[in-house]
């Protein structure tokens, strides 16, 4: 059992590392949290595969995932801040790499990580273009106040798009 | 740019050599992690289910040398303890591993989860350890203990009490605070 559970977490993790990268760069802001947050999203998504049915795409189940532990984590790690807890003993899981790419998603990652810990989880979402129902299963939030969020990050996304546009 | 176009800069992102991984340490961090996050009740369930049985063991012996009726209910009494505590491993163990489909589903079920173990601990306070610690302290007064079996039984009545009473608030009670701050927080937003 716990054999096959760890085959399927390293399926999982070669296959959807790239869902799991974005939900880590989206939350943590240096290497240290990266390693601590993805640590968390491993074991979460670990601890989940028993109870996987096969009754959503992996992709959704995981996003739903890496995306709570992330805001469960990122309002945890303010206690860093006030010295709560040592971030010096983690293990260094990820090593952050270069990676050749359109200078503007460096700068959506900016835009994202402006946001509050639901925001930032729904404006990944919408940038991977899930419909208000996926998104108001995985957040257990009502469609009618996902639209409103959504509205309210598309006109702040548009609106500095176009201050980026114009060099500003 | 409109929205469709930042989701196709979006998507062009592949992310695939964002990070490189150390699976090595990823499969050790999961080991260490899943052992210790349970290990601390473990040991809690584990010491009262042996204290219990210990005593169920105790008063049987107790019975048979000297045969009184209650001695065999207390026992009995005692090894139900057991029976519940294991039952109630058995059920903890069984929905650690749950989610819930979304962020509050998974916090109320967390919530709800932590407050059925602080109700454990209530019970097990008020509805197992004093009226036992009662009535075998009425008993073994009518009965003439010697000092040894009442320090032995106090001292386990003493540890059972004080090692739910850590658990309850030390463990239970700020995780659920903490669970019901991140609840209260999250709920501001909507």
């Known amino acids: ?168 | 740019m409109e929205i469709e176009e930042l989701q196709k800069i979006w998507n062009q992102q592949k992310g695939e050599t964002m990070y490189v991984i150390n699976r090595d340490a990823v499969h050790q961090t999961i080991t260490r992690k899943k052992n210790v996050a349970s290990r601390k009740i473990d040991v809690l369930e584990t010491c009262i289910s042996l204290i219990n049985g210990l005593m169920a063991i105790v008063l049987f012996i107790d019975g048979l040398d000297d045969p009184h009726y209650w001695d065999f209910v207390g026992s009995g009494m005692m090894l139900c303890t057991v029976l519940y505590t294991q039952y109630f491993r058995w059920k903890r163990k069984k929905e650690e591993n749950t989610f819930d489909r979304s962020v509050f589903g998974e916090l109320n079920h967390a919530i709800s989860n932590t407050n059925y173990i602080i109700k454990f601990s209530f019970l097990m306070i008020v509805g197992y350890l004093v009226p036992f610690t009662l009535f075998y302290a009425g008993k073994m007064i009518d009965r003439g203990a010697s000092i040894e079996k009442w320090l032995l039984i106090l001292s386990m009545y003493l540890l059972a009490f004080l090692l739910i009473r850590w658990e309850r608030t030390n463990l239970h009670i700020p995780k659920k605070r903490q669970l019901e701050k991140l609840r209260d927080k999250l709920k501001e937003e909507y």
């Open chain 1, 1 to 168: 059992m716990e054999s096959k559970q760890r085959k399927i977490f390293d399926e999982w993790l070669a296959g959807y590392r790239a869902l799991i990268f974005k939900v880590i760069r989206s939350y943590a802001f240096n290497s240290e949290d990266e390693s601590d947050l993805f640590q968390e999203v491993c074991l979460q998504v670990y601890r989940s595969i028993p109870n996987f049915k096969g009754k959503s795409a992996v992709s959704t189940w995981l996003y739903r995932i890496a995306l709570n532990t992330a805001i469960k984590w990122s309002t945890k790690e303010k206690k860093h801040v006030d010295g709560h807890q040592e971030i010096g003993n983690v293990n260094q899981l990820l090593s952050a790499q270069e990676e050749t790419q359109d200078e503007r998603v460096g700068w959506l990652y900016l835009q994202i990580r402006e946001f509050n810990e639901i925001d930032r989880s729904l404006s990944l979402l919408l940038l991977e273009g899930y419909s208000y129902q996926e998104m108001s299963k995985m957040m257990g939030i009502s469609e009618s106040n996902i639209g409103v969020k959504i509205h309210r990050i598309k006109k702040q996304l548009i609106s500095n798009s176009k201050n980026y546009s114009n060099g500003n």
